[in-house]
Nanobody, 124 residues
């Protein structure tokens, strides 16, 4: 059974940092492309970052490029999202999800299995 569990969210001041984790169980993470998404109140879910299963290639949304870094540790079966220089507009519930494609799709519907999400709040 595929299961994803996100953790690491919390309340942080603008300019601060958080590292989100996405721990996978029931399947080897390196066989899947993993995406991070977020959804703010009243807004649609949007893609934030992705790491492909084929070559570890990464994708970042323009809004987070240069501030967020995605990585994975196959030994721990975990994907991370390091978030630096956080802004109030980064406030959202963050989700990780899997896709069997070996590249980062731009279609959220291509990601089949989702975690429960972790809340990130950026506020002074």
């Amino acid at each position: 059974q595929v299961q994803l569990v996100e953790s690491g969210g919390g309340l942080v001041q603008p300019g601060g940092s958080l590292r989100l984790s996405c721990a996978a169980s029931g399947f080897p993470l390196d066989y899947y492309t993993i995406g991070w998404f977020r959804q703010a109140p009243g807004k649609e879910r949007e893609g934030v970052s992705c790491i492909s299963s084929s070559d570890g290639g990464t994708y970042y949304a323009d809004s987070v490029k240069g501030r967020f870094t995605i990585s994975k540790d196959n030994a721990k079966n975990t994907v991370y999202l390091q978030m630096n220089r956080l802004k109030p507009e980064d406030t959202a519930v963050y989700y990780c999800a899997t896709d069997r494609r070996d590249y980062c799709s731009r279609r959220i519907a291509d990601f089949a299995s989702w975690g429960q999400g972790t809340q990130v709040t950026v506020s002074s």
